[in-house]
Nanobody
Framework: QVQLVESGGGLVQAGGSLRLSCAAS????????MGWFRQAPGMEREFVAS????????NYVDSVKGRFTISRDNGKNTVYLQMNSLKPEDTAVYYC????????????????????WGQGTQVTVSS
């Protein structure tokens, strides 16, 4: 498994932006398909975005399409989540996750499909 550490969370006003980072260690990130998930208080953890090993494929939950962008820099062993036009309903703890892809170009949207997780970073959007 790869060790993952998120950073970049914080408090921002509605309409603002944040960029989350997920730094990997222990393994080469370029071997892993990656995803971002979030969990609001009292809610289940939900899928936000995913990216293939090379970055050629991405996927998003409908509620963040057009506002969030997932990307990766394999040379820096880091995955990013750029979040623009933030809304109060985006408030949550954000987690990055990784897994070795089962097929070339594979991307994954389910919690159960990932076996490496970070500790999370809090994002709070005020109205």
């Amino acid at each position: 498994q790869v060790q993952l550490v998120e950073s970049g969370g914080g408090l921002v006003q509605a309409g603002g932006s944040l960029r989350l980072s997920c730094a990997a260690s222990g393994r080469t990130l370029s071997n892993y398909a990656m995803g971002w998930f979030r969990q609001a208080p009292g809610m289940e953890r939900e899928f936000v975005a995913s990216i293939s090993r090379t970055g050629s494929r991405t996927n998003y939950v409908d509620s963040v399409k057009g506002r969030f962008t997932i990307s990766r820099d394999n040379g820096k062993n880091t995955v990013y989540l750029q979040m623009n036009s933030l809304k109060p309903e985006d408030t949550a703890v954000y987690y990055c996750a990784g897994r070795l892809p089962g097929i070339p170009g594979g991307i994954y949207n389910s919690i159960k499909q990932y076996d490496s997780w970070g500790q999370g970073t809090q994002v709070t959007v005020s109205s």
